[in-house]
């Protein structure tokens, strides 16, 4: 059959076919949102993380930080498409499958991209000068002395903040004890709660933090501050209702503490809507996998992230092309 394509034509073709041989050469450029937390929290350190990679695998390409509520807020920010990433904890996306407490109804439409971490200890970090006044050794002390205490929480909507009040409430300070004994329950956000304690407008606070996050670092080279331990029937009833892990501080993490510290622990993960385009689901996982080091360092606790804990993922499916990828890398 005789070839009736112009030169032009066939010209055409070629570079086409050329350009498509050659790995990488039609590689998109994504400009993402990602639902985190409160600015300058541990989320915000990730979401620059999650950008750097994609930065180095796509550049030109943005992940875009968005302040919100917290996980429980990201679950529906995610179903109604008004980020394209969430970091939610997989207490919270369990919660939202099953449609439990603060859903009405289940909300399924999120899939799993990575793991980002499995440790971020509940820190209870109190004045130094008002644990020893008041003789505070365990945070179970609080209500034993019933200490007029003021603490910070996190601001709700989140897990973090959540478990921060079921640990109160199994050492037997509750809200309604601390307040009924003159003291106080504070929800605000990381960045606030560090200057409500630097200007003693709080006593203490409690939040999800890496271990020697800077946030700590700062507060105590502000004011002399002490870390406080739950005890073991605390630990366990809030294990149980929350499904998570224990987790002990060891006494070497703070030059200012010299005892290991028993606590408990969350997990983050990243999601995506189950709708998401799968090219680019597939492009941010590879990026992840091949730029860790982006994510691990933003923090010395993030060192441990990798791959393989990418891809350990329980409480939520994978995203089908996200799961490609860690199959392929033999990682699933």
């Known amino acids: 059959m005789k070839n009736t394509r112009t030169p032009l034509v ?27 937390a409160s600015p300058g929290g541990l989320w915000s350190l990730l979401g620059a993380g999650i950008d750097g990679a ?3 695998a796509l550049p030109g390409s943005t992940v875009t930080y968005q302040t919100s509520g917290g996980g429980f807020a990201n679950v ?36 799993t991209i990575a793991v980002l971490y499995t440790w971020a200890p509940e820190q209870f970090i109190v004045n ?3 644990a020893e006044e008041h003789g505070i050794e365990t945070m179970e002390d609080i209500a034993e002395k019933k200490v007029p ?14 478990i921060g009040e079921s640990m109160l409430e ?17 929800f605000a956000a990381s960045k606030e709660q560090g200057e409500m304690m630097r200007d003693r407008r709080a006593d203490a606070l409690l939040n999800s933090l890496f ?5 700590i670092q700062q507060l105590a080279s502000a004011i002399d501050v002490v870390l406080i331990p739950i005890g073991d029937e605390t630990a366990a009833k809030v294990m149980e209702e929350w499904s998570i892990d224990r987790f002990t501080i060891p006494a070497s993490a703070y030059a200012w503490n010299d005892r290991d510290t028993l606590t408990v622990t969350v997990a983050a993960q990243l999601f995506a809507h189950e709708d998401a385009d799968p090219q680019m689901v597939e492009d941010l996982t590879s990026a992840l996998v091949e730029h860790a080091d982006a994510l691990q360092g933003v923090h010395k606790a993030m060192q441990p992230l990798d791959a393989k804990l990418m891809a350990s993922a329980t409480a939520v499916p994978y995203h089908p092309a996200a799961a490609d990828v860690y199959k392929a890398k033999g990682l699933q």
Request: hydrophobic share 50%; net charge neutral; glycine share 8%.
């Open 128 to 130: 130094k000068s008002f």
């Open 10 to 36: 066939a010209a055409l073709a070629l570079a086409a076919g050329a350009a498509l041989a050659v790995p990488g050469a039609a590689r998109a450029e994504y400009n993402l949102t990602l639902c985190g």
């Open 170 to 186: 199994a050492a037997g300070a509750s809200i309604e004890n601390i307040e009924s004994w003159g003291g106080s329950v504070t």
């Open 54 to 56: 994609l930065k180095q």
């Open 211 to 215: 271990v020697n996050h800077q946030s």
């Open 149 to 162: 205490i003021n603490v910070l929480l996190n601001r709700r909507g989140n897990v973090v903040s959540a």
């Open 76 to 111: 529906v920010q995610l179903d109604q498409g008004k980020c394209d990433l969430a970091i939610i904890h997989d207490a919270e996306a369990i919660a939202a499958i099953k449609g439990e407490e603060p859903f009405q109804a289940p909300v399924k439409s999120m899939k």
